[in-house]
């Protein structure tokens, strides 16, 4: 991951986005950050009903009513959106307002309107570009004062989900494992798994949904995703967005946000590694309490899942040496195979998971594991010693999976250094090595069209099991 932190001063302001595809005519329930917050689908009306449980708007607060992408989704065309509202006294003052706005410089989508006193509708009309911008964001919010809603109805013309015949990826292959080095399937024949990574789920959980899976699976051919969960985010300004410096609070908004995007993954068929990323923290050792909390967790949910991959330690650094590593993975990779003794367990590697010399020189002595390695092609003048290191990886059968791979430097990602990063996946496709190309940042990353991108995009279709 980039090495360089300060770029990450990035605070939030959306919160967990939860909901859910249900079958025709059935209720779809997911908990929501706020009370409990439930979705009913009637296809023949056409309207999704979001029941808020009671949400009350104040001025001073942005995402209790948070209307979440997935249910504007379902719609083709231009949307209504009308919520049932009763005021109150929640302040001295005797405003009460209603609006709908898709962030907080963005107040565009309903302007704010006084409402009068007692039980009420009131309805936006959304157009199909201002319903394109709330999939984007992954979110529109009603906000408002001194008004408590009930419930919000959404309506307009609901397409269809047809159902694939073809198998999925996962039910094909199976449970994944490590044979001579290699990764195979269930079968035991080789494979080579290819994705796209999600941004760090507690930073934009507006990724991790389902209609995001499909498209890296329909668009770049991609067969496994990565999950990332942040372990510390202090230096960010923003504790409360990673799993160790964050609240318990903060902790079960991860989570939840985590077992959707985990259902999400299955449900589309594709492979998901739930990655604890080790960055700031440096030394896997230092938050090893929350990674035993987090992975007895993650284990013992999602023991039975053939989908799910481990990605233990991201990206060790400084001062962290591969006997730190080994210590904590004497812990932690026990604990997982005490749960889920079969799955596929990655390891990353020290100096930001650039060193493969030192498993080759002291391997772990545990099945179903391979060792992370991570390459950024740009600027980077150890790139020919890279390459050499490969070579010596796969000569000493050392299995290997990069979930990381980009064309920029660790540090400038506005800039992409064609030449190198076609030399190097070449020799990605050489040893058949799975890789995530990191990443993606925001859903219009999706359109971007430049030479990079687009490079990396048809690299990964070219040779894609779709």
């Known amino acids: 991951m980039r090495r360089v932190f300060t770029i990450f001063l990035i605070i939030s302001l959306m919160l967990t986005a939860c909901g859910g595809k249900g079958d025709k005519k059935a209720a779809s329930i997911d908990a929501a950050k706020k009370g409990d917050q439930t979705s009913e689908v009637d296809d023949d009306a056409g309207k999704v009903t979001i029941d808020l449980g009671g949400v009350q708007l104040r001025w001073d607060n942005l995402g209790d009513a948070e209307l979440n992408a997935e249910e504007f989704e379902r719609f083709s065309g231009a949307v209504v959106v009308t919520a049932y509202y009763e005021t109150n006294d929640f302040t001295e003052d005797s405003a009460h307002e209603i609006g709908l706005r898709l962030n907080w410089d963005d107040k565009s989508f309903g302007k704010i309107q006084k409402v009068e006193e007692g039980k009420d509708t009131i309805s936006f009309d959304l157009s199909e570009e201002q319903k394109q911008k709330v999939i984007e964001e992954g979110v529109v919010y009603l906000y408002g004062h001194n008004v408590v809603v009930e419930k919000v109805e959404i309506t307009g013309d609901i397409v269809e989900e047809t159902e694939s015949s073809e198998p999925l990826f996962t039910d094909e292959n199976g449970v994944l494992r490590v044979s001579d080095g290699k990764l195979v399937n269930e079968a035991g024949n080789p494979i080579q798994l290819k994705g796209l990574a999600n941004f760090y789920l507690s930073v934009e959980p507006k990724l991790a949904r389902k209609s995001v899976f499909k498209r890296m699976k329909d668009e770049w051919g991609a067969n496994v995703l990565r999950l990332p969960v942040n372990v510390d985010t202090s230096s960010w300004g923003a504790p409360e967005e990673g799993y160790a410096s964050g609240s318990d609070e903060d902790r079960a908004r991860i989570t939840a946000t ?209």
């Not at 959707?260 to 309490?289: F, S, T």
Request: aromatic share 14%; net charge negative.
């Open 258 to 466: 985590l077992d959707k995007a985990m259902a999400d993954a299955r449900e589309v068929g594709m492979y998901a590694i739930v990655e604890w990323v080790v960055l700031e923290e440096m030394n896997p050792l230092a938050e090893i309490d929350y990674a035993k909390q987090f992975f007895e967790y993650v284990s013992s949910t999602y023991k039975d899942d053939k989908h799910i991959i481990y990605e233990i330690c991201n990206e060790p650094n400084g001062d962290a040496t591969w006997e730190d590593v080994k210590e904590y993975c004497s812990v932690i990779i026990p604990l997982i195979r005490n749960n889920d003794p079969d799955s596929l367990i990655l390891v990353g590697t020290p100096d930001f998971s650039a060193d493969l010399y030192a498993p080759m020189n002291d391997p772990l002595e545990y099945d179903n594991i391979m060792y992370v390695f991570h390459e950024y092609t740009g600027h980077n003048s150890k790139f020919q010693q890279e390459i050499e290191q490969i070579d010596k990886a796969m000569e000493a059968g050392l299995p290997v999976f990069m979930t990381e791979v980009a064309g920029t430097d660790a540090e400038q990602e506005d800039y992409y250094d064609m030449d190198t990063i076609q030399q190097w996946m070449p020799i990605v496709e050489k040893y058949n090595i799975s890789y995530i190309v990191w990443k993606l940042w925001k859903y219009s990353d999706f359109d971007r069209d430049d030479e990079y991108w687009n490079y990396m995009r048809e690299n990964m279709k070219n040779d894609s099991p779709y």
